[in-house]
């Protein structure tokens, strides 16, 4: 037995566990044990895949149906004339486990109940309880059967089939319909003036499905002349033949799970750059049986790299049932990055360019490059280069080397590109690297200078006098004793010190840190005049220009600070620090930590006193770039 129709039968098997037959033939008592169902589902329900522009995957897709239709509407139709007490006891006595086995698979479903018997009885055909799930009201309707009349062999089911098809029960729109007939006798034709046809055409428009329990042989009771063959044909429903009368309650479960149903795939929302196909593009199945196909997913080529996604609603009869898959396809992107690359004096220098996949593959992905000239040319400033990068499965990452020549030129900054072309397996995103060859010669020098004391243009210690260009140079004094006009100056272990790194700049390429730094450095200083008496202890000035990355490259920064540890104004302690500030005097004005800067110097004075009679400066650091005379304008962070 295979596993779908084993499946198909476990339903009937986990809810009808016992069948006690009484000692009448009348009545049966089935005993119910509900288990849980397994889940209708679409296996894989989330497919995720890399495709190249192109390229197609196939999935193998499984839908395993309900094991009842979905969402049924179980209309019970019962011949209830005088030879069918038997079948009437099994269906009233079952009629919990029925409807108890149905609302296990199927939670949503409802049920009606109706009838029929012949003309010349007091009802032909009647509807005992619309559609409800209320299962209390399905048994009271069934209740209300009693088997009596009948007369001839032939009955009314024709009438009572057509009118179910034409509106005497109120089907919900999105329902499975079912009819459970069962009988064992055919139908006048016509009956009540229609006719077999007509009660197919009617069954067809409403789009009912027939289950007839056949209490006869095949061919006999419900079938004899085919009627009830043709019905369950017309309408995709099913036929039980030589069905016992207590057996009619389970022969209508088995009905149930033997409806066929169609299951066909469905895209509700799919990206353009998508196409999704099914082989075969619909399958009928018995309920409970497994639907398989084979899913083929296309990304179209020229496909931008990215992501997209596609919906596919597996309809059940051509209603959504909420088997869905969602499709996600990765397209990978290829780019080459950009760089920048030393070209050195001598020999020749590798550049070498990051080719880069934005996600790993699962198979393998090529890509041509070339290079061509921009502003550098080949074979002079590099060597023309051209090849095909591979990427394995899973590799993101890739690389390009060209070399470039190395000259002690001095010439402006040049650029070469390399350009990705010809991809297999991915979608090419940034196609271009630029090489960018720097200069390495700088474009500039710096200078720097620092003075421990200066009163009227007199400094007793200065490191590095000549400013420019910047070297390293130091210089210290014990004290220092001067006078002009009305004002002395009394300072002791005056030092100035200026330091340039790397000390030679023509032998390094321009690099982050380089600097040219001055510092000044004075332990006790006494400014005195009439009526006044500067106190200053410890006094530290520092000026530094030093380089910093800056964008793509570097760029001069200028910083100055400076301390003083301690200071009294005629006796009186102020607090000071290393913050600028500006104190009033009788005779002028005190400015510490003053820091000028300019676009190419800074200058850091940690005391200046203004007097009509002299000024007076305290540790001052100097520090800034020059260009030179190839590069006016440049600096020694650039080349």
Not at 236 to 260: E, K, R, W
Not at 488 to 517: F, H, I, K, Y
Not at 538 to 566: D, K, Y
Request: include cysteine; aromatic fraction near 4%; glycine fraction near 8%.
């Amino acid at each position: 037995m295979s596993d779908s129709r084993t499946r198909r039968r476990s339903l009937s098997r986990r809810l009808v566990t016992a069948v006690t037959v009484t000692a009448t033939v009348w009545a049966a008592t089935v005993a119910v044990v509900a288990a849980p169902q397994a889940e209708a589902q679409v296996e894989p329900s989330d497919v995720v895949v890399t495709l190249g522009p192109g390229a197609s995957t196939e999935v193998a897709k499984t839908v395993t149906t309900p094991e009842v239709p979905p969402n049924p509407d179980l209309v019970f139709l019962a011949d209830t004339t005088g030879s069918m007490g038997g079948a009437i006891a099994d269906v009233r006595n079952n009629a919990g486990a029925v409807t108890s086995a149905v609302l296990d698979a199927e939670p949503t479903a409802q049920f009606a109940v109706s009838e029929y018997r012949d003309a010349g009885d007091p009802f032909v055909f009647r509807v005992n309880q619309n559609l409800t799930g209320d299962t209390t009201a399905v048994q009271n309707g069934i209740n209300a059967w009693v088997a009596s009349g009948g007369g001839d062999f032939p009955e009314a089911a024709i009438t009572a089939l057509f009118e179910i098809g034409s509106g005497a029960i109120a089907f919900r729109p999105d329902g499975t319909r079912i009819v459970a007939w069962f009988g064992d006798a055919p139908s006048h034709d016509p009956s009540q003036g229609h006719t077999l046809a007509d009660a197919i055409a009617a069954l067809q428009a409403a789009d009912v499905r027939v289950i007839a329990v056949n209490m006869g042989s095949a061919g006999a009771g419900l079938d004899q002349g085919g009627q009830a063959t043709a019905i369950v044909n017309a309408t995709g429903g099913v036929l039980l033949n030589n069905v016992p009368a207590d057996q009619v309650a389970q022969a209508i479960l088995d009905g149930i799970q033997a409806v066929q149903v169609t299951v066909t795939p469905t895209i509700t929302a799919c990206d353009p750059h998508l196409t999704v196909g099914f082989a075969p593009a619909s399958r009928v199945v018995n309920s409970g049986e497994d639907a398989t196909f084979t899913e083929t997913i296309t990304a179209a080529p020229g496909t931008p790299a990215g992501t997209y996604h596609c919906t596919v609603d597996f309809l059940v009869d051509g209603t959504s049932r909420g088997f869905l898959e969602h499709n996600t396809v990765h397209v990978p992107g290829l780019s080459v990055d950009d760089i920048t690359v030393a070209e050195g004096n001598t020999g020749t220098t590798p550049a070498t360019l990051a080719v880069t996949l934005d996600r790993p593959s699962p198979d393998p992905v090529t890509v041509d490059f070339a290079t061509a000239d921009a502003t550098a040319t080949a074979p002079a400033d590099y060597v023309a280069t051209a090849g095909t990068v591979t990427f394995a499965p899973g590799q993101t990452t890739a690389p390009v080397t060209v070399p470039v020549n190395g000259d002690t030129v001095d010439e402006p900054d040049e650029t070469f590109t390399v350009t990705l072309s010809g991809a297999s397996g991915a979608a090419i995103t940034d196609p271009v690297g630029v090489v960018t060859i720097l200069d390495d010669d700088r474009d500039g020098v710096f200078s720097c200078r620092a003075s421990a004391l200066n009163l009227l243009g007199v400094e007793p210690v200065v490191a590095n006098p000549a400013d420019v260009p910047c070297v390293d140079d130091d210089t210290t004094l014990a004290q220092v004793d001067l006078n002009a006009a009305a004002l002395r100056v009394r300072a002791r272990v005056l030092s100035a010190v200026t330091d340039q790194t790397p000390d030679d700049l023509t032998t390094a390429s321009p690099a982050a840190g380089d600097n040219a730094t001055a510092t000044a450095r004075i332990d006790t200083t006494t400014i005195s005049t009439l009526g006044l008496t500067v106190e200053l202890g410890v006094i530290e000035s520092e000026a530094v220009a030093r380089c910093v990355p800056s964008g793509t490259g570097l760029a001069p920064q200028f910083s100055g600070s400076s301390t003083i540890a301690s200071l009294k104004i005629n006796g009186v302690p102020t607090t000071v620090g290393s913050a600028p500030i500006t104190i009033p005097l009788v005779i002028g004005s005190l400015r510490l930590n003053s820091t000028e800067t300019t676009a190419t110097s800074v200058t850091q004075r940690a005391v200046v006193l203004d007097t009509p009679l002299a000024d007076v400066v305290v540790g001052e650091a100097h520090a800034d770039v020059h260009g030179t005379g190839a590069h006016p304008g440049g600096n020694p962070c650039t080349s």
